[in-house]
């Protein structure tokens, strides 16, 4: 059975950041935030380091949440109800800060999903047996010397 890191290709940073960004564009238009831990996870099956599992998930859905809240703001008054809701502790006009709390956040959530995810891999990993091909060939006896002998 091959490893999972033998499976999926190891893309560099950029690249990996962009496409957790489409997939949790993707992933959120389907209206639950939970699937950020799935956008997170399926970025760590793209590289073979923590940290940046951890921060390709973290900027990948920051960068996918700030998108999907510009988008709101301007076409389904998002910043209006963000007021609101800032309203309902008693301090006005930082509508803003809400937005900016949501977005860390869901970084964050995609971040540690991220790094959640790289661990796991590298878990299910250590647990698959080595194939037959890479096993070590067992070494043959050495001839003892003939000057050894005398």
Same mark, same amino acid.
């Given at each position: 059975?091959?490893?999972?890191?033998?499976?999926?290709?190891?893309?560099?940073?950029? %690249?990996?950041?962009?496409?957790?960004?489409?997939?949790?564009?993707?992933? #959120?238009?389907?209206?639950?935030?939970?699937?950020?831990?799935?956008?997170?996870?399926?970025?760590?099956?793209? %590289?073979?380091?923590?940290? &940046?599992?951890?921060?390709?998930?973290?900027?990948?859905?920051?960068?996918?949440?700030?998108?999907?809240? =510009?988008?709101? &703001?301007?076409?389904? #008054?998002?910043? =209006?109800?963000? $007021?609101?809701?800032?309203?309902?502790?008693?301090?006005?006009?930082?509508?803003?800060?809400?937005? =900016?709390?949501?977005?860390?956040?869901?970084?964050?959530?995609?971040?540690?999903?991220?790094?959640?995810?790289?661990?796991?891999?590298?878990?299910?990993? $250590?647990?698959?047996?080595?194939?037959?091909?890479?096993?070590?060939?067992?070494? #043959?006896?050495? #001839?003892?010397?003939?000057? &050894?002998?005398?």
């Amino acid at each position: 059975m091959r490893k999972l890191d033998d499976i999926f290709p190891h893309f560099n940073f950029p %690249t990996l950041v962009l496409v957790l960004t489409v997939i949790a564009i993707a992933l #959120q238009l389907s209206g639950a935030w939970v699937t950020m831990l799935i956008a997170g996870a399926l970025g760590a099956l793209l %590289t073979r380091r923590h940290r &940046s599992a951890f921060f390709a998930g973290f900027i990948g859905v920051a960068i996918a949440w700030t998108a999907i809240f =510009v988008y709101l &703001s301007l076409t389904a #008054q998002a910043f =209006v109800i963000a $007021e609101f809701f800032i309203g309902l502790l008693g301090l006005t006009g930082l509508g803003w800060l809400v937005i =900016v709390i949501s977005i860390l956040l869901g970084a964050l959530l995609g971040g540690f999903s991220g790094l959640l995810g790289r661990s796991v891999i590298e878990l299910v990993d $250590e647990l698959i047996p080595a194939e037959a091909s890479s096993k070590a060939v067992p070494v #043959q006896d050495e #001839q003892p010397d003939s000057e &050894s002998e005398e």
